[in-house]
């Protein structure tokens, strides 16, 4: 049996190809029904921060840098992260202002999803239309009553492309389906007990880092902590995409941020940017001392003292600005939040880079939430998260679906660090958090997994699992 989605013209240029078990596929299509080979149009673009960080410092976008153009933007980045004009800035402050500035890692230009103008991901209509045109038209469970459901945008690491994709993919089952109706947001100061009371699930739409934390409010910060957790807890919903694991962890300490959702991100680069400026090691810069590394930087940078810098020899020199790697001993990846952590299912700790092929084998062929698989395993190219070792077990999540790790190339599975010695690694699965439920899926990575019937039937049934009208078995898959 053959399946396919139907797909929206940009399809034609980049497709996501998936295929459904033994002689059955299910393929990204261009409108004519020819399949196209998947290109390296990844939602988030992880090339690093180099690249995306020069299309920012270079302000008149003519393809070089100078020395004044790093200057000004590193002046700017101050006067804005200096909100209470005190002359110095903190790392939060810091890693805000570059946050705003520009994405973690973002798309190379041209690629899509990321505005290099505002800094900001952007919703593309062709996306949009690619998913709609493949909407599930039914629920698989009948509310018990109306629903209402809060998806939460807000990324303080590494920000995903796909993030206003998502939101809309929430929106769009909800509206086509009557499951619920949708509210979205990016502002963390949302979640609060008393806004909370009219919504039934929470849904992290690749939120990164601290992304509930207020850097200069520790006791709205514990509010907000607490309201989510009494949320679940008490009986209400939680389901997560992606980069919703990608959170919460990192170093402990006032250095936390810098492992926290931003493997090479903006809070790492705000964390070697406070590193090297701060000479007097208060714990803050100065303006002054912010100017003397743009200097410093653009002097490592000029080799060839050309005043001048191409993207080409930015990026290949720019980890010469980076210090070396930490002792092995020192422990890097450690839950910084692990309540959250334990209540998601785990945190991140490495990923194949898109369009890494991963065959997916369904670990429960009876749950209602994998009914759309068949029974059978499918191949997808995406970028697909891996969880730390400590942080992940069955005895704490029923698995949907999960690698199979045994059709993995050996080539493909040494580009993994830190292997797990379990060889487990889930992509999709439901706990109890007290009275309320949870569902993850670790795919959604790039846009045009969006255009996946069978993946919108899942997303569709996890959420209808955590608002708690979609009836499962979530035991845990070990005793």
Excluded at 434 to 446: D, Q
Aim: contains cysteine.
């Amino acid at each position: 049996m053959r399946l396919h989605t139907s797909a929206a013209p940009f399809l034609a240029a980049c497709a996501l190809l998936v295929s459904v078990g033994a002689g059955q596929r299910l393929d990204a299509q261009t409108p004519g029904g020819q399949k196209s080979a998947p290109a390296g149009r990844g939602g988030g673009g992880r090339g690093g921060v180099a690249g995306p960080l020069f299309i920012v410092l270079d302000s008149d976008r003519d393809g070089s840098l100078t020395r004044d153009e790093m200057k000004a933007s590193f002046d700017k980045w101050f006067t804005e992260a200096d909100t209470g004009n005190s002359s110095t800035i903190t790392m939060e402050q810091l890693v805000g202002v570059l946050n705003s500035a520009m994405p973690s890692a973002a798309p190379s230009p041209g690629s899509g999803g990321w505005n290099p103008q505002t800094g900001k991901e952007v919703l593309k209509q062709s996306d949009v239309d690619a998913m709609m045109a493949v909407l599930p038209d039914k629920a698989p469970a009948k509310p018990s009553r109306p629903r209402k459901v809060l998806v939460l945008c807000r990324a303080q690491g590494f920000v995903h492309s796909s993030i206003p994709l998502a939101a809309k993919m929430v929106e769009a089952l909800g509206t086509k389906t009557g499951a619920w109706s949708t509210v979205i947001t990016y502002d963390a100061a949302d979640i609060n007990a008393n806004n909370l009371k009219q919504y039934d699930l929470i849904f992290l739409d690749s939120t990164t880092g601290l992304f509930l934390d207020d850097p200069n409010d520790a006791a709205a910060t514990a509010v907000r902590r607490k309201a989510l957790l009494d949320f679940v807890r008490g009986g209400k919903g939680l389901a997560g995409i992606h980069a919703a694991i990608d959170s919460y962890h990192g170093v402990p300490g006032p250095a936390g941020l810098m492992a926290a959702g931003g493997r090479s991100g903006t809070t790492t680069l705000a964390a070697h940017m406070m590193a090297q400026a701060d000479r007097n090691h208060d714990g803050k810069i100065s303006r002054e001392e912010f100017a003397s590394l743009a200097d410093s930087w653009f002097d490592k940078l000029d080799t060839d003292k050309a005043g001048k810098l191409t993207q080409a020899g930015f990026t290949r020199r720019f980890a010469s600005l980076m210090p070396p790697p930490a002792p092995p001993d020192r422990q890097e990846n450690e839950p910084l939040w692990p309540e959250f952590n334990h209540m998601i299912g785990g945190y991140f700790k490495f990923h194949w880079t898109y369009p890494q092929l991963i065959t997916v084998k369904i670990d429960d062929p009876n749950s209602p939430l994998t009914a759309m698989f068949h029974g059978q395993e499918y191949e997808i190219h995406d970028e697909t998260y891996t969880f730390a070792q400590d942080s992940f077990s069955r005895k704490n999540v029923h698995v949907l679906t999960s690698i199979d790790y045994s059709k993995m190339s050996d080539e493909d599975k040494a580009k993994e660090t830190n292997k797990r010695t379990d060889g487990d690694y889930a992509l999709s699965y439901i706990r109890r958090e007290g009275k309320g439920r949870v569902f993850y899926e670790a795919h959604g990575h790039s846009e045009t997994v969006y255009a996946m019937k069978p993946f919108l039937e899942h997303m569709l049934a996890g959420i209808q699992y955590a608002l708690g009208d979609l009836k499962a078995d979530d035991s845990p898959s070990a005793k």
